[in-house]
């Protein structure tokens, strides 16, 4: 036992773990800022419903950012080539971003609707892009055997971030402006810059450009669609039914994803401080989101995939039902904090689920292109389709809402009974 326990200290204790901390955290909290701690900004400057909905659309570059990753991971920047390609990107990005967040700080929403929207997709966009670099200086970094252990900090540095632009952010409303605080929320990109400027180059990345001539960039172009998007599309074709294989994925999740814009205007209404949605949503519905998917990883360890995306689904749109309670009670904290935690539970246990099933889809010499592929299709369900969700609670009374929102898990559900029937899902 204590070598183990020194062998853990060691591997964690390695300065690349510090890094990916830091990486972690910058890439993680740029999501909420134009998400739900967005939407408390726009709904406290009293931006109609519809609207709200309407900037999930903001979010599209993080369903689309495959389509510029080959630019990012084979083009050599010339003003930064000093720092290296991994490094001098996600400097470039994090610049970016920086003066992207401060450009939101600088908009009154209530006046200037547009450019915040613009100035969201900017953060969005370059937040994106950030990803693409940081995940591929983590891949580099580390060798076969190491990269659970980097995953895993890069992972809790991630959550770290969600918490600075989460929970952090809505209680510093109480004592700032909310263009103050999206300056301090710029201020976090600053642990990224520093990050980069301490950390090294990949080993992985410099023998890569030391042993391969770049090539020119209608061939590098023409290797790319071909190596990661034509021959992974025509492999995953082969998969029987693979267009409902593709809808299932997409309505999966739609439950959950479609009263998402919505939610933190929906606390809003019922009373609750920021302080309040703080602190139940950002940090006791992260603990039961994490604690969702450690119960589904061993209930589809025990049970199988197929009965626990059947189960796990009920629950995403049984624990959505709880919220028309809340709405019939209004302001109750503990109400609140059941049905946070009940919703996310659920949340968690479904996307471990979803997780799981795509990866099993994936071909082992196109796994890392098919899976980010179909992260992308999950993630149009919350940029697209949920942009109508304040339409619809324009119109009705939030309990209808509510439930017409825990409805939409059933399309995905008859798919799966009709999947597990074929014995495409086991």
Not at 25 to 45: H, K, N, Y
Not at 354 to 359: D, E, I, R, S
Not at 400 to 414: D, K, Q, W
């Amino acid at each position: 036992m204590k070598i183990r326990w020194l062998d853990a200290v060691k591997i964690y204790a390695d300065r690349k773990m510090l890094t990916m901390m830091g990486f972690g955290f910058v890439s993680g909290f740029p999501l909420l800022l134009v998400g739900s701690t967005l939407t408390v900004w726009l709904q406290e400057s009293q931006i109609p419903y519809a609207l709200i909905g309407l900037f999930s659309l903001a979010r599209i570059p993080y369903g689309f950012k495959w389509l510029w990753s080959p630019l990012i991971d084979r083009i050599h920047l010339p003003l930064f080539g000093g720092l290296g390609r991994r490094r001098g990107w996600a400097l470039f990005i994090e610049l970016c971003l920086l003066i992207a967040i401060f450009l939101m700080s600088a908009i009154n929403p209530h006046e200037h609707t547009a450019w915040m929207a613009l100035t969201a997709f900017m953060v969005a966009f370059f937040s994106a892009s950030q990803d693409i670099v940081l995940d591929a200086y983590r891949i580099d970094s580390f060798e076969t055997k190491e990269q659970g252990a980097g995953s895993a900090v890069f992972v809790l540095g991630y959550r770290l971030g969600m918490l600075f632009s989460g929970a952090f952010a809505l209680w510093l409303t109480d004592y700032l402006a909310w263009q103050q605080v999206y300056w301090v929320m710029a201020a976090g990109v600053m642990i990224g810059i520093i990050t980069i400027v301490f950390s090294k180059e990949p080993e992985k990345d410099k023998k890569y450009h030391e042993n391969n001539a770049p090539l020119p960039f209608k061939q590098r172009l023409k290797r790319f669609l071909r190596e990661s998007v034509i021959e992974p599309f025509k492999d995953f074709m082969t998969h029987q039914h693979w267009g409902l294989i593709l809808l299932f994925i997409l309505f999966y999740r739609l439950s959950d994803e479609y009263k998402a814009p919505m939610a933190f205007v929906f606390y809003k209404d019922m009373g609750f401080s920021n302080t309040e949605i703080a602190y139940v949503s950002k940090i006791y519905g992260m603990l039961a989101t994490i604690i969702g998917g450690l119960i589904g990883g061993v209930y589809i360890k025990k049970f199988g995939l197929a009965n626990a995306l059947m189960l796990f689904g009920l629950l995403q749109g049984l624990t959505n039902m709880i919220y028309i309670i809340q709405s019939s009670v209004g302001y109750n904290v503990y109400l609140l904090s059941l049905t946070i935690c009940m919703d996310n539970l659920a949340a968690g246990m479904g996307t471990t689920a979803l997780v799981a099933y795509m990866a099993s889809l994936c071909n082992v010499a196109y796994s890392a292109t098919q899976y980010a592929l179909l992260s992308s299709l999950m993630s149009l369900p919350r940029d697209i389709f949920a942009s109508t969700s304040g339409i619809l609670a324009d119109q009705v009374s939030w309990g209808s809402f509510f439930f017409i929102s825990s409805l939409l898990v059933l399309p995905g559900l008859f798919l799966l009974i009709y999947m597990i029937k074929k014995k495409m899902v086991i």
